[in-house]
């Protein structure tokens, strides 16, 4: 594709930062956009720092989907940028939208990662409250100093005015002294009295404001600070930046913090809640909890929270302890109560649930939601047959486009379910992932008419599945013949692994089982290949990696 002429000229402008003087003075505004893109091609932090600090917008929105996202040099002098431009004039910023920025950690082009991103943010956010405080304390004690200046002079005045000469106009007085209603006073004494008063003054502001501390230092907690730049990110947060994101929510300053997905891994339920009392209740959209032991219990302290968010979508929990293949004491009564928790998530749209093995329980969850789901990720869940069959018949799965239902087994005696539930979904399903569900030959064929029917899928997963060559090759006829299909991840056929594999291998055993060489996936290559420029359908990509494999990239 080749580039527009503004994007050409934009890369030629930047190239040369020596040059920055001549042409900042002049640039149109509605060039900077242009400018700035073509700083983060080129690797010019310079220039970004330049364009940002006197950016002429309300808005700059840096984050979103790209192919390649900005270096961490950019990032960082962007960041600084920002903080510049604070008290630049000529910057214009009001909101920073950097959801969506970050890279993939030790990738190409050296990317800032998620959880780097949100430790840099979330200090610049502290910096530049703390930098305000220390400002605003400079003035408050530059206005105290004019305020006891003017209070001198006006008791100096107030003096002069009660020193009296006689009436006759005898100077005789004046030398005695000043007359007043105690009596006849010397300016010595006078001078003394001044002084007097100041001190009793200092004293007096002391006790108010408490030991060795101003008015100023006391007060600037209550005094709110005016946000001149709101910043919207994807928070990322650990056990190792929990602080330092705690700090910057809390933070009082010229920036302030808001989250649009928030994700925590391996914190604790209290940690989770504080940062949920912390976030701003407008904007926040999803929350992804991870490797975090929350336990029945706490997640059940959990979904109150989550309802104060009107715009809360998506919900992911990711290996979080939630075990129900066991009878416990009171389960029925945690069912219920997260039942009644998921059923405060008015606008909830997507669920994810992994590994927290939940078989018998799909109905009791997904049946007091208030709205129907779009996007639903079940992988190892241990669904049993019951699962399904109430999935096929819920009210959410006609508005389903996505459905992940990778690693959980699947049999002839759920054949059924599954097809009703295709067949239900036929005209919204956009991606299906049934990787590792230990479909064999004899399954998927029964399967295929009702794959074929979903008229709307953009990405089909199946793999880590024990599927013969042949079978493989009817997959793909089928899958040619599905004109919305982009992306079809296919499992490595039996013969090209090594010798010894079980008749029936687990998806496990087929993850760890070596290959046979790189001559039989050439071969599979080549054949799979042959049908696909023989159906004559283009804009079909087949592959079999699946650690690289991105359903995302459809869209």
């Known amino acids: 594709m080749v580039p527009p002429l503004v994007s050409l000229c934009a890369r030629g402008v930047v190239s040369d930062h020596s040059s920055s003087p001549c042409w900042l003075r002049w640039v149109p505004s509605e060039l900077y956009a242009a400018l700035l893109e ?22 700059l929105r840096v984050g979103g989907r790209r192919k390649n996202p900005p270096n961490r040099l950019c990032i960082q002098a962007l960041l600084l940028a920002v903080v510049r431009g604070l008290s630049d004039r000529r910057c214009a910023l009001q909101v920073l939208d950097l959801c969506g920025l970050q890279g993939d950690e030790g990738g190409m082009g050296d990317p800032m990662g998620g959880w780097s991103l949100t430790v840099a943010l979330c200090t610049m956010v502290v910096q530049a409250g703390a930098g305000a405080q220390r400002a605003q304390r400079r003035e408050g004690e530059r206005e105290r100093k004019r305020f006891s200046a003017l209070e001198r002079e006006k008791d100096v005045k107030r003096e002069r005015a009660l020193w009296k000469r006689d009436p006759n106009g005898d100077e005789g007085n004046k030398d005695r002294g000043w007359i007043g209603s105690y009596g006849t006073l010397s300016e010595e004494d006078l001078r003394k009295g001044v002084r007097r008063r100041m001190e009793t003054d200092r004293r007096r502001e002391t006790v108010l404001t408490g030991s060795g501390g101003s008015r100023t230092e006391t007060q600037e907690t209550d005094v709110g600070h005016v946000v001149l730049v709101h910043v919207r990110a994807d928070l990322f947060v650990n056990a190792r930046s929990w602080e330092r994101v705690r700090a910057a929510l809390s933070t009082s300053g010229p920036l302030k913090l808001q989250c649009r997905y928030l994700r925590v891994e391996e914190i604790s339920v209290s940690s989770i809640k504080t940062l949920l009392d912390l976030l701003p209740r407008h904007g926040l959209l999803g929350i992804d909890v991870r490797y975090s032991s929350l336990g029945v219990s706490g997640l059940v302290e959990l979904l109150p929270l989550l309802s104060v968010f009107p715009a809360l979508r998506s ?33 909830l749209r997507r669920l994810s649930l992994t590994a927290l093995r939940l078989p018998g329980q799909l109905r009791v969850l997904l049946s007091s939601l208030p709205q129907p789901l779009e996007i639903l990720e079940l992988p190892y869940l241990s669904l049993s047959p019951a699962d399904l069959s109430y999935l096929s018949c819920s009210h ?76 493989l090759l009817d997959l793909v006829r089928m899958a040619v013949r599905m004109p919305s299909l982009r992306h079809l991840l296919y499992p490595n056929p039996l013969e090209d692994y090594q010798p010894g594999l079980p008749d029936l291998p687990s998806s496990a055993q087929l993850l760890d089982w070596p290959l046979d060489g790189a001559t039989e996936i050439n071969m599979t290559n080549s054949q799979l290949n042959r049908v696909l420029k023989e159906s004559g359908r283009s804009g079909l990509f087949l592959t079999c990696d699946l650690l690289n494999y991105d359903k995302d990239l459809v869209d």
């Open 315 to 347: 919900l992911r929990l990711h290996y979080c302890n939630l075990d129900f293949r066991r009878d416990h004491p009171g389960q029925e009564e945690a069912l219920r109560d997260l039942s009644q928790g998921l059923a405060q998530l008015q606008e």
């Open 396 to 471: 959410h799965v006609s508005t389903l486009q996505q459905l992940d239902l990778s690693e959980n087994r699947l049999e002839e005696s759920t054949l059924p379910s599954i097809r009703r539930l295709l067949s239900q979904a036929s005209c919204s399903l956009q991606h299906l992932s049934l990787s590792g569900c230990g479909l064999t030959d004899g399954l998927l064929a029964l399967l295929l008419p009702s794959l074929g029917g979903c008229c709307a899928l953009k990405s089909l997963a199946l793999a880590l599945n024990p599927l013969s060559m042949a079978c």
């Open 38 to 59: 073509a700083s983060f091609t080129g690797n010019r932090p310079l220039a970004v720092g330049e364009l940002v600090q006197r950016w002429p917008d309300r808005t």
